[in-house]
């Protein structure tokens, strides 16, 4: 399988996370994408490929105009307020002061375009987001191209918590949304994306929760409990034309791969039905049992299981990287799955 990657998501090196009442290092952090490239050269995946420069067309395909550009100019306009360090919103559009107008003040448009606080704006932030969607439709197009079944996009930051004019949980652009509407702009007529990360792809939910073009299953640790909090409910399954094409498996704490195994079955079961041109994997290893912010009990042999069971669809599938923070471990799982699947 080939992996595509950019260096350039180093660029993405933010010093500080508030998580659990301190100022803690970033749990998202340069070292876990060294450490799956290094994993991937010596188990010997397959060859690592640099990605095109697809632009912003792509993205501007599935996010808010407005939002693109405040990412783009934020670096500058914090700097030319006279602000300093990482940026935090102080304060937020929350229920009972719902936004009627985007602030013109640096610090408004911040709480706008954010949804929580565990990702601070940084320098690099930009460029290491742009290349980690190049990393994204340039694996894509591998698939699309015929040339391969399946690829490996080894994204940092990560996606699929980046809503259409929101970022957070460490996620900016939504790699995963981003090459779904580009492989439906570019022949396919149906995609599946499977989110098997630790928590709710709330972002890519809400981009595609009207439409029937794009089949959106999530297995995640259930909102109630874990973060994003407020969207992952197995209640939600679509709206409109959407109705009945969004699946969502909140699985409680402690949850055993036994029971998350039953929820991928009824997913690939669905899948299956849909009959997708490409499914896209949003791939989180969070579900490791020794995940420092997590409550799955996945060991190092399920991940090659689920890899294989993913792969028994038969269909073209591209896997995008997500989370995954048990950062000395995040090698052998990530690519665990990707040997399943070739197995
Ligand atoms: C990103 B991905 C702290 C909660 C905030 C945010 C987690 C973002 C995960 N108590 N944590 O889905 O792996
Ligand atoms: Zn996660």
């Not at 080939?2 to 993405?12: A, D, G, Q, Y």
């Not at 981003?178 to 439906?184: C, D, F, G, P």
Request: hydrophobic share 40%.
């Amino acid at each position: 399988m080939k992996t595509v990657f950019s260096e350039k998501h180093k660029l993405r090196d933010a010093k500080g996370e508030l998580y659990q009442g301190e100022f803690v290092a970033p749990f998202e952090c340069p070292r876990r994408a060294e450490i799956i490239i290094d994993a991937v050269r010596s188990r010997g995946l397959g060859e690592v490929l640099a990605p095109e420069d697809y632009g912003l067309d792509p993205v501007l395909a599935v996010h808010d105009e407005g939002f693109v550009e405040f990412l783009r100019t934020f670096e500058d306009e914090w700097e030319a307020a006279g602000f300093k360090g990482e940026a935090l919103a102080p304060c937020w559009p929350s229920r009972s002061m719902t936004a009627s107008q985007i602030p013109l003040h640096v610090e408004g448009r911040l709480g706008y375009y954010a949804l929580s606080t565990d990702t601070v704006m940084s320098p690099g932030t930009w460029e290491a987001a742009m290349s980690s969607k190049d990393v994204a439709l340039t694996a894509t197009d591998l698939v699309l191209d015929g040339k391969e079944n399946v690829a490996f996009g080894l994204c940092r930051p990560p996606g699929h918590h980046a809503a259409t004019d929101q970022f957070g949980g460490y996620c900016f652009f939504n790699n995963a949304a981003v090459s779904a509407q580009h492989a439906l702009n570019t022949g396919c007529a149906k995609v599946a994306i499977l989110d098997v990360d630790f928590h709710h792809g709330n972002g890519t939910q809400e981009i595609f929760y009207d439409r029937d073009d794009v089949l959106f299953l999530s297995l995640h640790g259930d909102p109630m409990h874990t973060f994003p909090h407020f969207l992952g409910h197995a209640g939600e399954t679509g709206r409109g034309a959407g109705a009945g094409f969004n699946h969502n498996y909140p699985l409680p704490p402690g949850a055993s791969y036994q029971m998350w195994l039953a929820k991928l079955q009824d997913a690939l079961a669905r899948i299956e039905a849909y009959d997708p041109d490409l499914v896209i994997v949003s791939l989180g290893v969070d579900t490791f049992e020794s995940d420092p912010i997590s409550f799955f009990k996945l060991t190092h042999d399920d991940f090659v299981d689920y890899g294989r069971r993913i792969a028994a669809l038969g269909k073209p599938s591209v896997y995008l990287m997500e989370g995954g923070y048990a950062v000395e471990e995040i090698g052998i799982n990530t690519t665990n799955v990707l040997f399943g699947h070739e197995s």
